[in-house]
């Protein structure tokens, strides 16, 4: 059995959390207030909390169990927003999207942090470095990847990273540069659907 996808796992989480509560408040005959929607939505959440399935998104579950105790918050509300952008992600996926889940599928199935590279800061062997320039301005409004990404990584796993991100087809990636003493990679990524 493959573990789910941290969007899978949270996707899940929401979707069912929002049912739990349609079903209880569909087998009363009386209006739920939103106190009382938020603490059975608490009680749903909080059990995840502590099940090794759910360790993924344990952050994620914590500010959503914060958010229902909240006197002045919906968690209702919350769910049903992240519900919705589940469904517009899964209907139109755009190349920023699908970096996230890159960044997100190396990291939970490689062991591959990704950060932004600073000046001051030093790097840390094993973490995918990203210049957030690269970022910010390698996507339009809509999404759509308009210029080449570089990864930068230190780690024994550099070489073959290509191979992998390129077994994924989200994005096409060639090895700029590649220092065999210091296992340091520079690699670019390319929008995958302007590739023959």
Do not use: W
Not at 143 to 153: D, K, T, V
């Amino acid at each position: 059995m493959t573990e789910k996808s941290y969007n899978e796992l949270l996707k899940n989480v929401v979707s069912s959390a929002l049912l739990h509560l349609y079903l209880t408040a569909d087998e009363s005959s009386r209006f739920i207030p939103m106190a009382q929607r938020n603490s059975l939505l608490v009680r749903y959440l909080k059990p995840k909390l502590k099940l090794p399935s759910y360790r993924r998104i344990k952050n994620e579950l914590r500010k959503l169990v914060a958010i229902g105790r909240s006197e002045n918050e919906s968690l209702e509300s919350k769910l049903n927003e992240l519900n919705q952008l589940y469904v517009q992600r899964e209907s139109t996926p755009n190349d920023a999207d699908k970096l996230f889940n890159l960044l997100e599928l190396l990291r939970s199935e490689h062991g591959l942090g990704s950060r932004f590279v600073f000046e001051s800061e030093r790097r840390v062997a094993g973490f995918i470095y990203l210049l957030q320039e690269h970022v910010v301005f390698a996507f339009g409004n809509s999404g759509r990847q308009l210029s080449p990404i570089s990864l930068f990584l230190e780690s024994e796993k550099a070489i073959g990273l290509v191979d992998i991100i390129n077994q994924t087809k989200l994005f096409k990636a060639e090895m700029k540069q590649f220092n065999r003493d210091l296992k340091q990679g520079h690699i670019i990524l390319h929008p995958f659907a302007c590739v023959d």
